[in-house]
């Protein structure tokens, strides 16, 4: 069975960094391309960043670029999204997402408060 399941979530200060992680399982996960997506409660799901099946090219949001970081590791079959320089506006339940199989995880809660 496809899976996904985030972890790296928590409570962090402005400026501060998490590395967040997806363990991706069940599908050929070297050949999908992957997104991180985002929701703060009462508001739509946001996209944050994506990554080609290679990972040769990635494409971000404007309100992260040059902040957050995509990456991911074909052998271990896990998707990372480094965040520096938090802002209290990430915070957020961050999900990874197969986009051609519909497939989401569970998320994983970021807090950015002081």
């Known amino acids: 069975q496809a899976q996904l399941v985030e972890s790296g979530g928590g409570l962090v200060q402005p400026g501060g960094s998490l590395r967040l992680s997806c363990a991706a399982s069940?599908?050929?996960?070297?050949?999908?391309?992957m997104n991180w997506y985002r929701r703060v409660p009462g508001k739509e799901r946001e996209f944050v960043a994506s990554?080609?099946?290679?990972?040769?090219?990635?494409n971000y949001a404007d309100s992260v670029r040059g902040r957050f970081t995509i990456s991911r590791d074909n052998l271990q079959q896990t998707l990372y999204l480094q965040m520096n320089n938090l802002k209290p506006d990430d915070t957020a339940v961050y999900y990874c997402?197969?986009?051609?199989?519909?497939?989401w995880g569970p998320g994983t809660q970021v807090n950015v408060s002081a």
């Open positions: 990554i080609t099946a290679d990972g040769g090219r990635t």
């Open positions: 069940g599908f050929a996960f070297s050949m999908d391309i």
């Open positions: 997402v197969a986009p051609y199989r519909r497939l």
